[in-house]
């Protein structure tokens, strides 16, 4: 069983940054297309960016240019730098693991974590 681990939230003003991990067991994180997707209170989730098995990058256009997304398959561990954070980045940010990337830029992977808080203050 694939199990995620999302750690790296907090809480930053305005312009700063976070870098957040999650932490994969029970599989390779090369064999799966990774992801993180957001969620605020009161609004729909939405994917941020995916990493797929090959390396290939795709970020949302609300966060290009401020956020990336990594992974290092000889630690098994996806990350998301977060750079120039706004208010509205607040959300809870999960890690998300599927066969196929369309299905992680649906939110509908396979696995998730529990996610992790960050917030954004003004």
């Known amino acids: 069983q694939v199990q995620l681990v999302e750690s790296g939230g907090g809480s930053v003003q305005a312009g700063g940054s976070l870098r957040l991990s999650c932490a994969v067991s029970g599989s390779t994180i090369g064999s799966y297309c990774m992801g993180w997707f957001r969620q605020a209170p009161g609004k729909e989730r939405e994917a941020v960016a995916v990493i797929a098995s090959d390396g290939d990058t795709s970020t949302m256009p609300s966060v290009q240019g401020r956020f990336t997304i990594s992974k290092d398959n000889a630690k098994n561990t996806l990350y998301l730098q977060m750079n120039s954070l706004k208010p509205e980045d607040t959300g809870r940010y999960y890690c998300?693991?599927?066969?196929?990337?369309?299905?992680?830029?649906?939110?509908?992977?396979?696995?998730w974590g529990q996610g992790t808080q960050v917030i954004v203050s003004s």
């Open positions: 998300t693991a599927d066969e196929r990337c369309y299905d992680v830029w649906r939110v509908a992977a396979r696995y």
